[in-house]
């Protein structure tokens, strides 16, 4: 007797209703306003979070959510400034139409150095692009610090080179850390940490940031089953931190090492200074 095999079939995947998609529309709307500017990958966790309707945590889920903030984006529902991307740069030099031009540009962009007059040489360094476009605001615009991006395992030169400013420097080493918490994540750490200190030849001060295991439990956030064993039950990528938390965390642990008074002198100082500048343009200009 002649036996009939049936393969099986590709499950399908059920349609978003109108109501669904207007509803995913109107809840990313809002995500990107509360945790902007940031990357793609926030947005997505965030939505995970926020239990947007069809998006599962998982490449599917993810890809909704890339396509719907491209396509509010080009709508205008969300400004392209809040979804940020660090990982395509263009290259170019500084041009002015004029030394006007030119001299206005440099007053204006006048920032002073708030940190050469404390004893740490404070850097923040991350495990992705991803993170360094949701963080860059705080470590560079505010604060005026390195942001230093691995994208993964850093290379034996950028370790060296960055070892080598602290060897050139007397200020004690400060390394601020965000990282994914999982077995990749915390050997890419692992591994930066050995390299710094041993081209450097000195200990660096080292607190990871995020993600942590007790903000994985505390806050709830979401991860993976681990695809090897290392002792946690989950798998936890740093874009799991809502933006604006991982962006004040960063503030306050930053700002630990500053002396508020010396600070405000500094800033006072700054200010004076490029109106001086200003006035220099001005009667130059005259």
Known sequence: MA??????????????????MAERR???????????????????????????????????????VQRLALELRRAGRIPYRQVVDNTRLARYLDTWDSPDEFLADM???????????????????????????????VVITRWRLQLMVCRGFSSETFAYNAAEAWRDSPRQPVVLYIGDHDPHGLEIESNLREKLTTFAEVEP????????????????????????????????EAEALPAPMLREMLDNAISAYVDPHQLEVLQVAEADEREGLELLFGGWNG
């Open 107 to 137: 007053a204006g962009t006048y920032r002073r150095n708030l940190w050469s007059r404390t004893p740490y040489r404070v850097e923040v360094w991350c495990e992705s692009d991803s993170i360094s476009s949701t963080v860059a605001e």
């Open 205 to 236: 001060v080292w607190h990871r940031i995020g993600v942590t295991w007790d903000q994985v439990v505390d806050l709830d956030l979401p991860g993976t089953t681990p695809k090897k064993s290392y002792g946690f039950p989950q798998a936890v």
């Open 26 to 64: 109107e809840l990313l709307v809002d995500l990107a306003a509360s945790h902007g500017p940031c990357s793609v990958r926030h947005l997505f966790y965030a939505a995970v979070v926020a239990r947007m309707p069809g998006v599962t945590k998982d490449k599917h889920g993810y890809a909704k």
């Open 3 to 20: 036996s009939t095999s049936y393969a099986a079939r590709p499950i399908k995947r059920l349609r978003a209703t109108a109501a669904e």
